[in-house]
């Protein structure tokens, strides 16, 4: 069974950093690609960002040039390096991981900036 665990949420002032960190563990195999979702209330989930498995990134057009998406596969470890955070970045933040087989999802991270 693959479980995803996040961390790096918090409460951070607008302008400010934060990383959050995803660590997967369990039978992982034939990886398509993991991602970092967001879902603000009464919104529905979004992409942020994601990787493939041969390190191709793709970013939501608001978030381009702010946040960066790496991995560490000796780690099996998801990153989201987020700079520049503005209040509209303010939601619950999901990891995701695509392989051949299934879909996976953390429990979510809550990240609020204050303006």
């Known amino acids: 069974q693959v479980q995803l665990v996040e961390s790096g949420g918090g409460l951070v002032q607008a302008g400010g950093s934060l990383r959050l960190s995803c660590a997967a563990s369990g039978r992982i195999s034939n990886i398509n690609y993991m991602g970092w979702y967001r879902q603000a209330p009464g919104k529905q989930r979004e992409l942020v960002a994601d990787i493939t498995s041969g390190g191709s990134t793709n970013y939501r057009n608001s978030v381009k040039g702010r946040f960066t998406i790496s991995r560490d596969n000796t780690k099996n470890t998801l990153y989201l390096q987020m700079n520049s955070l503005k209040p509209e970045d303010t939601a619950v933040y999901y990891c995701?991981?695509?392989?051949?087989?299934?879909?996976?999802w953390g429990q979510g991270t809550q990240v609020t900036v204050s303006s």
């Open positions: 995701n991981l695509d392989t051949a087989f299934s879909s996976y």
